[in-house]
């Protein structure tokens, strides 16, 4: 263990580190060269005068901003001795876990493409290019022939998949836990309780005020809109991430929220960026990977076919061809349970020096994967700005739903947190559904592994994605599922098969997402 000093000194060196290899660190390093020229920096106070010009240009704010933004995204610093894998994921069974199921999803996609004769990747035809290019913006108008090609996996594959994990310790012990065994997921992780979780989400109380509350009994609802809009310009005023990030608690104001959420991401869409994405999107004219089909029919699928989103078609093509070319991502893999899969050069099969990351991201597509970028399209119009905000979200928050891990804000733990709150606090409910073969976990999985993306109307999803963002977890993902149980409850406990409970919970768009969530918390018995 490290002590309190050595931690802070090391995520300190771990930080200056990123950051040196930053376009912010050689703009600072431009920024105060240019300062020297200054009649108010004397030789004299050198370092303090450059320093007041960097806090009064606000260089030091930006600066500020992406410390934050470091120690938001990365894991606080493990003793040096500790194996890189113990930082991707602490216990054994679940790196064990995770490793099989990324060999079933690789065999997956390479039979496909021994079956259709399709290679992984290709380089496209002159022409090819040329029309691509002519039609990059039109995309949705394209039909190729998509019936031979399969979705890798579905979320209920990989429930399957959590249902069957098991802590070979646990196992062998002597006392196996009962109430674990109730639900479909049989480990033991820590979650937390009610009372932790108000705690945690005190902002949502019924005392504090809230967007899209209509009755609050404290404030008149547009008295404190009018309020929390000004509060959301001084924040951006101010360009201060963590303060936007404490502010979205409360929920975003419509015509705040995209700049706010660009403000806690830390995205920046400076020239470079802009370069960085249209590179991306040359990779993308020039190459055709098997991937791209799966994009394809993942969109055809899905977002194609939702009343919300089916007119972002092209936007989603876009978006999600320039992920599977973005090498950049790969860096979150230091941090996430998951590796990235590997193919090898035509003809060097075996050869680890011809060895390549396949898809160049590392980031294997399942069906519902466009439903991420959808949401957003509704907020940003800028093919880059979406790009980025995308990109920055799935490092920090989506990858954690589709692979196994012990980390709080992770599927395994989700699942577990949302069955927990139910067998405890809906104990009747959870055992009438249990009896008649409606796990309630088979009817959630899909709405927390799609961050709920597809099922709530979007004014309400980004109400919710609002609160992700503001307390940097998906754990709100899991109360959420267990208040919409609380709330159709009583429906519930009539229903006699899985059918009729799925019927009963098909239709969440008319749902509210904060009062179900400040009533299942703060309404409920601790």
């Not at 496909?112 to 290019?129: F, W, Y």
């Not at 980025?388 to 196994?404: A, D, G, K, N, T």
């Amino acid at each position: 263990m490290l002590g309190q000093d050595g931690g802070l000194s090391l995520t300190i060196a771990q930080v200056v580190q990123r950051l040196k290899g930053s376009a912010l660190h050689s703009q600072l390093e431009q920024q105060a060269r240019l300062s020297l020229h200054r009649p108010d920096i004397k030789l004299e106070s050198l370092k303090e005068d450059i320093k007041e010009f960097l806090k009064t240009s606000g260089w030091e704010k930006k600066l500020q901003n992406a410390v934050y933004s470091e120690l938001s995204v990365f894991p606080s610093p493990c003793h040096p001795s500790v194996p890189p894998e113990h930082i991707k994921e602490s216990l054994a069974y679940m790196r064990k876990a995770q490793g099989s199921w990324e060999k079933r999803i690789l065999k997956s996609l390479n039979s496909m493409c021994t079956e259709l004769g399709i290679p992984l990747a290709q380089k496209r035809s002159v022409n090819d290019q040329k029309e691509l290019l002519n039609k990059w913006n039109e995309m949705g108008t394209d039909e190729p022939d998509l019936s031979l090609f399969r979705p890798v996996y579905a979320p209920k594959d990989f429930l399957e998949v959590l249902m069957n994990l098991r802590n070979p310790n646990y196992e062998n012990s002597e006392q196996p836990s009962f109430r674990n065994h109730l639900g479909l997921i049989q480990v033991s992780l820590k979650v937390k309780d009610i009372p932790e979780l108000k705690e945690y989400f005190s902002e949502l109380d019924l005392n504090v005020g809230q967007l899209d509350i209509d009755d609050s009994a404290n404030v008149p609802p547009e008295l404190f809109e009018s309020e929390h809009v000004r509060i959301g310009q001084k924040v951006l005023a101010e360009q201060d991430s963590a303060a936007a990030q404490q502010y979205v608690r409360q929920g975003c104001p419509t015509s705040l929220r995209a700049e706010l959420w660009v403000l806690i991401l830390n995205v920046s869409n400076q020239p470079e960026d802009i370069l960085y994405y249209e590179q991306l999107k040359s990779n993308v004219i020039q190459h055709d990977l098997l991937v791209d089909s799966l994009i394809y029919k993942d969109v055809k699928l899905t977002a194609s076919n939702d009343d919300y989103y089916f007119v972002f078609e092209d936007y989603l093509y876009q978006v999600l061809l320039c992920f599977s070319r973005d090498t950049s991502v790969l860096e979150h893999f230091t941090y996430n349970s998951a590796t990235p899969p590997r193919s090898y050069i035509r003809g060097k099969l075996g050869m680890e020096e011809y060895a390549v990351f396949y898809p160049p991201n590392g980031v294997i597509p399942f069906h519902g994967f466009s439903m991420y970028v959808a949401p957003l399209c509704f907020l940003y119009h800028e093919p880059s700005k979406l790009y980025q905000i995308f990109r920055e979200i799935y490092v920090r928050y989506f990858f954690r739903l589709h692979s196994i891990s012990s980390h709080p804000s992770g599927i395994v733990s989700l699942c577990l947190l949302f069955e927990t709150l139910l067998q405890t606090h809906l104990p009747q409910l959870f055992y009438h559904l249990r009896e008649i073969g409606a796990q309630p976990l088979r009817i959630s999985f899909k709405w927390m592994v799609r961050a709920f993306s597809g099922y709530l109307a979007t004014d309400q999803l980004l109400l919710l994605w609002d609160r992700i963002l503001g307390y940097n977890s998906l754990e709100i993902l899991a109360v959420l599922a267990a208040a919409v149980f609380a709330f159709r409850a009583v429906n519930l406990m009539e229903v006699t098969s899985l059918a009729a409970a799925e019927a009963v919970l098909a239709d969440l768009s008319t749902l509210k997402v904060t009062p179900l969530l400040q009533i299942f918390l703060f309404a409920t018995g601790s």
